[in-house]
């Protein structure tokens, strides 16, 4: 899966699960920051939301599902 692919996941489940607009869950997401496989061996990409509290709590709870399912993602 590439960096974009799981953005887009995450904006889909996110909008689904919480409700709201794809375009404001894109905004609170933000980009998908990769890291080098050599020093993050079990979970090579990060975000870091923005938001309210509750938005960021529900981009922590998806992001803790999504890290088990998709823990190492290319970029693109």
Do not use: S
């Given at each position: 899966m590439t960096a974009s692919q799981l953005q887009d996941l995450m904006?889909?489940?996110?909008?689904?699960?919480?409700?709201?607009?794809?375009r404001r869950w894109r905004t609170v997401v933000g980009p998908v920051r990769l890291h080098?496989?050599?020093?993050?061996?079990?979970?090579?990409?990060s975000v870091a939301p923005s938001g309210g509290a509750r938005?960021?709590?529900?981009?922590e709870r998806l992001l803790d599902t999504l890290?088990?399912?998709?823990p190492i993602?290319?970029?693109?």
């Open positions: 904006i889909a489940r996110l909008a689904l699960g919480a409700g709201g607009t794809q080098d496989p050599e020093t993050h061996a079990h979970c090579n990409w938005e960021i709590a529900e981009v890290r088990l399912e998709q993602v290319t970029p693109g």
